[in-house]
């Protein structure tokens, strides 16, 4: 059976890592996975997590199943910095948080209940979007469909033609949104935007999907959260799917949270338990490490202050990088304008190169990018600036 077997296309943004480590040059730069990676070009672990882990392996007494959805502190704590913990949701018991393996997992289970329980629901999804969104749904069996969102011309948000296209998408439908540092393009609405988005998620009865796999990487934590509760404000019920693999740096401990807010206590409770429904016959329960590491964090008033202290480095580091990226491509002598770089939030821009400016930059000057012309401003540091630059001033010419 399996001589038929076709091979299988490699993933456009994982399968650079492969050609990434294959590839010999020293020189190589990797501008492609959504990984942070610090001045000397390692992705490090937060002090605050060795830390953690630290006390975890002294006090750990057993390696039993955790619950369906995971550790009940865990989800209150993630509730609490989702959502902040004065919000009248959390305080009224309308939230409810499953651990999920990764802000992935959190998708697919998302998917899973939208299926179960809105069989004929389609999700909206901006576009471009992170290329896994539409993969993760389709598999769950639920139809996709998009909205428009970048304007090529201004490298800013389309936000007419977006709010168009929302006030006409099918009432039941649910809409993907990304809570902060939009991926792929970097750019996210401003709050008077997320006001608009929010009446008409409300006037046309949409549930909002709600993608967090960046939060603190924009402004704050609370500030990245802006959106979101501009969404809460209206009372719509809401899904979110957090990731906790960027902002504490836990990408290999596969560690995220499906949270929901209802209307009302009792029907959090009935969601949760449908959600459990689909967890059980995924993945039947969570791995624990990741989770344990960030309640860990956030149950302890200086662990926190140290893990918002080094989120916060990161982001700097980021715009740092920004910055020198569009001085550095002026100072190349190249005639069009990157300015709208420094604007734009997270890890990534849309730098406007086309699939065979990215494949250049690759073959010929072993610079890895995402085929789309997303780049991963975190993988640039001062000592790689010049060359990079140089070699897209190279494909441009
Ligand atoms: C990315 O967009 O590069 C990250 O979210 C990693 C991934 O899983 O694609």
Redesign the pocket.
């Known amino acids: 059976m399996f001589e038929s077997i076709a091979l299988a296309p490699s ?1 456009p ?2 399968g650079l890592n492969d050609a990434f480590a294959k590839d010999a040059n020293p020189e190589k730069i990797n501008l ?4 942070f990676q610090d001045a000397s070009g390692t992705t490090p672990i937060l002090a605050c997590v060795k830390e953690a882990e630290r006390r975890l392996v002294a006090g750990e007494t057993s390696k039993g199943y955790l619950a369906i959805s995971g550790s009940p502190q865990y989800g209150r704590q993630v509730a609490k910095l989702v959502f902040g913990a004065d919000h009248p949701a959390v305080a009224e018991g309308r939230v409810a948080t499953a651990h999920t393996p990764g ?2 997992g959190g998708l697919r289970v998302a998917a899973d209940f939208i299926k179960h329980n809105f069989p004929v629901a389609k999700i909206w999804m901006s576009e471009p979007t ?3 969104h539409p993969t993760v749904s389709r598999a769950a069996g639920v139809e996709t469909a998009t909205y428009p969102y970048f304007d090529a011309a201004t490298n800013g948000l389309a936000f007419d033609k977006l709010l168009a296209a929302m006030r006409e998408i099918p009432q039941g439908d649910v809409l993907l949104l990304h809570g902060c540092c939009h ?2 393009t970097g750019v996210d609405p401003t709050a008077e935007q997320w006001s608009a988005i929010a009446d008409v998620v409300d006037q046309r009865g949409l549930l909002p999907l709600v993608d967090f ?1 960046y939060q603190g990487f924009g402004t704050s934590i609370v500030e990245d959260a802006a959106g979101l509760r501009a969404l809460l404000d209206t009372g719509v019920e809401l899904l979110v799917v957090s ?1 906790f ?1 960027k902002n504490f740096g836990l990408y290999n401990e596969r560690v995220g949270a499906l949270s929901l807010v209802a209307r009302s206590a009792a029907a959090a409770a009935a969601v949760l338990s449908q959600v459990k429904v689909c967890i059980r016959a995924n993945y039947s329960n969570p791995p624990s490490h990741g989770a344990a590491i960030v309640a860990t964090i956030l149950a302890d008033a200086a662990l926190t202050a140290q893990w918002q202290q080094e989120l916060a480095a990161m982001r700097d580091r980021i715009n740092a990088m920004r910055k020198l990226f569009v001085e550095t491509l002026a100072a190349k002598g190249i005639d069009r304008d990157f300015s709208f770089i420094s604007q734009q939030r997270g ?2 821009s849309f730098s406007g190169l086309t699939r065979e400016q990215v494949e250049r930059l690759k073959s010929d000057y072993a610079i890895y990018a ?1 085929g789309s012309g997303r780049i ?1 401003v975190a993988g640039m540091t001062e000592s790689n600036m010049d060359r990079l630059c140089a070699a897209i001033a190279a494909v441009l010419r």
Do not use: H, K
Request: hydrophobic share 45%; proline share 10%.
């Open positions: 993933d943004i994982l492609g996975v959504g990984v802000g992935t992170w290329p896994n991926n792929p796999a990731s693999s890890m990534f995402v991963n």
